[in-house]
């Protein structure tokens, strides 16, 4: 292993600094990547300090981007929230995902992954990685804090999975969880019908840990229900939120470096700093509903003055007009007759009032037309996708209709695959609140 490079960032009178260790091997996975190492302001003028870690995936996007994609910039929301005095100052560890092999080294084995992707994760193996080899390897490199009070787990996406698994399976070693936009069900559509296949192992035990669980309002086929029914199972677990559960629906975030680099400091601040005193409430989610169909719940989100943002899953909430709709402790709306009905929720003295509409039936699904025309020079590939596939009817033109579940939003580019999207980042933006007539036209891509 070679250090490659150091560089720093100016803090007031002090610097943080990044180390970068190149071609870290992995016996028990037998490859190599690079670690990306930060260092806080005062690591190196107090030489007697001891610093909580934080562990994270895909280290090549945690500090800055690359050709694929945008970055975190965690350094900087760290250094900002030490200038603020709102964090302790910590490391944090950052391995570099391997491309070909990121979904097999991320997943646990289980039922739904070899059911979609066949045998072959090795989530254990990388999950051996962390414990056996990077943790010791930075504790005897560093000044760390190493017991598992003062070290935690954070990734995004499948990352967001391979927490989960580590931070359940290895609590001895972690004790707090960062679960950012979490793939814990892999939702797609199949002819017209739409299927969804957990890719998680579920845990009924609670171990002694925080869990930081979020989802973005606008991530697709990726939904607010997944996180949100893995928080219920949780609770169920005997977590508390508030205490060691916190949630957060970001309602406009997509999927992507430049989403969870804006709430980074929400799970920060949860972990390793103070998180102040509420200040504003604000309720997500749809007010529109059936006497016939689906279930919702509301989001009261609680922002406090350090900035850090949480969803209330369990709040107080008074119905001004019970005979027409009530609210459940978790947000459940229960319409009880069609109109219109005011709902209070309060949290710590702040309150908010929603107004709740009640009609006769609204369906779970809803219909989606997609038209995509494509650039003249485009190969014939089987599909295009805009968050979902479309399938191919003739050259230069794809078409389909879906029946996708009511309230997705989707912010999307027209891609051909993984990195292969439309020129100029055009982000597709749409809503299956209701149903959809979809024309696109693709005028050049990337990469032809």
């Not at 560089?7 to 943080?16: D, N, P, Q, R, V």
């Not at 933006?429 to 007539?437: A, G, I, M, Q, Y």
Request: charge should be negative; aromatic fraction near 10%; include cysteine.
């Amino acid at each position: 292993m070679a250090l490659i490079l150091k560089f720093s960032e100016a803090i007031g009178l002090t610097t943080s600094t990044i180390e970068v260790i190149s071609s870290f091997h992995s016996t028990c996975l037998d490859n190599e990547r690079d670690l990306y190492v930060y260092l806080p302001p005062s690591y190196d003028s107090s030489t007697e300090t001891r610093y909580p870690v934080l562990y994270m995936h895909d280290g090549q996007h945690v500090f800055a981007g690359d050709q694929f994609g945008e970055s975190w910039e965690v350094h900087k929301t760290i250094d900002r929230l030490i200038g603020e005095d709102k964090l302790r100052e910590v490391i944090v560890v950052a391995a570099a995902s391997i491309t070909h092999a990121r979904l097999l080294e991320y997943f646990h084995d289980n039922p739904g992954i070899r059911s979609v992707f066949g045998d072959g994760s090795i989530g254990e193996r990388y999950e051996r990685f962390f414990v056996e080899e990077v943790k010791p390897y930075v504790d005897s490199r560093y000044r760390t804090l190493p017991d598992r009070e003062n070290t935690a787990i954070m990734g995004s996406s499948a990352g967001g999975v391979a927490s989960y698994h580590i931070g359940f399976r290895r609590p001895d070693v972690f004790g707090m969880v960062g679960i950012l936009s979490p793939f814990f069900v892999l939702a797609r559509t199949e002819g017209t019908e739409f299927v969804e296949t957990p890719l998680y192992l579920k845990f009924d035990t609670h171990p002694p840990i925080r869990v930081w669980l979020d989802m973005g309002g606008a991530e697709g086929l990726m939904t607010v229900a997944h996180a949100r029914d893995v928080a219920e199972e949780l609770i169920d677990n005997g977590f508390v939120p508030g205490a060691d559960l916190a949630f957060l629906l970001d309602s406009e975030a997509g999927h992507s470096q430049k989403d969870w680099a804006d709430r980074l400091h929400s799970p920060l601040l949860y972990f390793f700093g103070r998180i102040g005193a509420p200040r504003s409430l604000e309720v997500h989610g749809r007010t529109k509903v059936g006497l016939i169909g689906p279930a919702t719940r509301l989001y009261p989100n609680a922002r406090y003055d350090s900035g850090f943002e949480t969803s209330l899953l369990r709040a107080e909430y008074k119905a001004l007009d019970p005979a027409i709709a009530t609210v459940d402790p978790d947000g459940t709306i229960r319409p009880k007759s069609i109109g219109t009905a005011e709902i209070e929720v309060e949290f710590e003295g702040l309150r908010k009032r929603v107004t709740l509409e009640v009609v006769p039936e609204m369906s779970e699904m809803v219909e989606v037309d997609v038209t995509v025309e494509v650039a003249a020079e485009t190969r014939d590939e089987d599909r295009v996708y805009v968050g979902f596939e479309i399938p191919r009817i003739k050259k230069g033109l794809y078409k389909g209709t879906f029946r996708l579940p009511r309230d997705l939003i989707f912010a999307v580019n027209v891609s051909k695959g993984f990195r292969s999207n439309e020129k100029g980042n055009v982000i597709r933006r749409f809503s299956t609140s209701e149903d959809l007539d979809l024309r696109y036209k693709v005028e050049e891509w990337e990469h032809p």
